[in-house]
Structure formats: C-alpha cells, structure tokens
T-cell receptor, first 112, second 113 residues
Framework: AQSVSQHNHHVILSEAASLELGCNYS??????LFWYVQYPGQHLQLLLK??????LVKGIKGFEAEFIKSKFSFNLRKPSVQWSDTAEYFCAVIGGGFKTIFGAGTRLFVKA | GAGVSQSPRYKVTKRGQDVALRCDPI?????LYWYRQALGQGPEFLTY????????KSGLPNDRFSAERPEGSISTLTIQRTEQRDSAMYRC???????????FGPGTRLLVL
C-alpha cells in the first residue's frame, strides 16, 4: 500500500533560519507530488507540486522542493523562514489512481 | 462561489444518530474528494467522484458511511448510526481534473457524544 512519511512532527525555528522538511513515499510507479500548507485559521492550500520535468520545483512564498526519485523523497526547503511561515505542512502523493495519500503533517513554529 | 464550501462547519450529535455533511465544490470542477482527518494526522482519503460517478470508495471505513453526488456538483457524505470514533474533521476538496491540484473547503468538525 502507498504511504507517505514525514520525518518531523514538530519543528521550532527562529526567524531567518533555514528550513528543510523531509517527505518520503512508498510507490514504485509514476507519482504526482504535492506540498500543502494550512496556516492558522485557514484552509489547506497548495504550496507547490511536481508532476514531471525539472525535479526542483518552486512554489509560493519562497518555498521549493526537490524530487529525488532514487530516494523516493520530496523534501521541502526554504532558505530563510519568517514568522508568517508558522503553519502545518503536509506532503501528499498521487500514484496510479485517484487516491491522494497525505503524510501526518509537520507543525512549524517560527519564533519572531 | 469562489471556493469550496462545506456545511455545517460544526456538528455535535448523539451516538446512534445519522448525520449528513454537505460539500459545494468550485463551479466547473469535475473531481471531488472526501477526507477524514483525526487530530495530529493528515487527511485520510475516503472517496472520490468524477462528475456524478463515485469512482473510488475504498477509503470509506464501513457500510455506515456513504456518499453521493447526484448531479455532478454538490456532494453529501452521510454517516448512519454515528459512533464516538467517527468524531473527526471531515474535509472536502475539488479539482479541475483527476490528479490535479485540490482546493479544500473549511471542513466540518463532527463530535459524536
């Protein structure tokens, strides 16, 4: 069965620190990969996605993610976080069907 | 409307009662998904519609759960004979097509007493 693993459940950073959130998935075929974010009091919304092509994708608010097929990974990065990046981040995978499989999420708290 | 809407936003019910949760997707979106999210977890897939056709219901936990989308727009998730373990956030999302970006509604928080 497909699964998505997010390595960190809680991350606390100071402003201007660099961020990397890990995401690994289990599925051997072609995948579509997503990072969604939920800011406090708001809906889940798309941060970035990878379908094909350049494995380094850029999203909103300075976020980027790199698809490494050999490692089944799609880690999210941002060079310098801001207090407004405090949110919960979800990695998601669609592979070979309609089901979207989400990871358990990572709660990021950025100290001002 | 501009986004996906869900109603009610909050529902408190007694064990054994039936509940119906509504999702109104973005106009023109073909695909509609239902998820359940427990505290501290990510959204868990329940079912998927392409237009009015329910193409995957493998995530529905048991036969007390059902969903429909009769005209290919609004969808209803029904839980019969609710149990305390059904308490969760129920999320709906829609997308232009299968495997495309999903747009989520605000969710319905269900509490079964």
């Amino acid at each position: 069965a497909q699964s998505v693993s997010q390595h960190n459940h809680h991350v606390i950073l100071s402003e201007a620190a660099s961020l990397e959130l890990g995401c690994n998935y289990s599925y051997g075929g072609t995948v579509n990969l997503f990072w969604y974010v939920q800011y406090p009091g708001q809906h889940l919304q798309l941060l970035l996605k990878y379908f094909s092509g350049d494995p380094l994708v850029k999203g909103i608010k300075g976020f980027e993610a790199e698809f490494i097929k050999s490692k089944f990974s799609f880690n999210l990065r941002k060079p310098s976080v801001q207090w407004s990046d405090t949110a919960e981040y979800f990695c998601a995978v669609i592979g070979g069907g309609f089901k979207t499989i989400f990871g358990a999420g990572t709660r990021l708290f950025v100290k001002a | 409307g501009a986004g996906v809407s869900q109603s009610p936003r909050y529902k408190v019910t007694k064990r054994g009662q039936d509940v119906a949760l509504r999702c109104d997707p973005i106009s023109g979106h073909v695909s509609l998904y239902w998820y359940r999210q427990a505290l501290g977890q990510g959204p868990e897939f329940l079912t998927y519609f392409n237009y009015e056709a329910q193409q995957d219901k493998s995530g529905l936990p048991n036969d007390r759960f059902s969903a429909e989308r009769p005209e290919g727009s609004i969808s209803t998730l029904t839980i019969q004979r609710t149990e305390q373990r059904d308490s969760a956030m129920y999320r709906c999302a829609s997308s232009l097509a299968t495997q495309e970006t999903q747009y989520f509604g605000p969710g319905t928080r269900l509490l079964v007493l």
